[in-house]
């Protein structure tokens, strides 16, 4: 089991950029696959954006491409989203989550750990 820890969310005006921190801790994660998802309110758990072990071909949703980068640092057992370019539509909490596999999945059932989510609200 990996335990994570995230920070970085916040209130943040339309337009703006906000960085979350995932780190990690416990089985060896640079093993696996990692994501952010985000849930809004009355809205399913969607993958917004993700890396498998190597890090090459990141993942992301397309309400999210060009504006949110993600990163890992293994060395540090650490995952990052810059998210850039902020729209209200990206109010939502933010969840960092480690695979159970090395690939990148979709699904949040294919990840076996998750941090305890970050709030992130994007005002007019």
């Known amino acids: 089991q990996v335990q994570l820890v995230e920070s970085g969310g916040g209130l943040v005006q339309a337009g703006g950029s906000l960085r979350l921190s995932c780190a990690a801790s416990?089985?060896?994660?640079?093993?696996?696959?990692v994501g952010w998802f985000r849930q809004a309110p009355g809205k399913e758990r969607e993958l917004v954006a993700g890396?498998?072990?190597?890090?090459?071909?990141?993942y992301y949703a397309d309400s999210v491409k060009g504006r949110f980068t993600i990163s890992r640092d293994n060395a540090k057992n650490t995952v990052y989203l810059q998210m850039n370019s902020l729209k209200r539509e990206d109010t939502a909490v933010y969840y960092c989550?480690?695979?159970?596999?090395?690939?990148?999945?979709?699904?949040?059932?294919?990840?076996?750990?998750w941090g305890q989510g970050t709030q992130v609200t994007v005002s007019s």
């Open positions: 416990g089985r060896t994660f640079s093993s696996y696959a």
């Open positions: 989550a480690v695979s159970t596999n090395w690939y990148l999945s979709r699904r949040p059932q294919d990840f076996g750990s």
């Open positions: 890396v498998s072990r190597s890090a090459g071909n990141p």
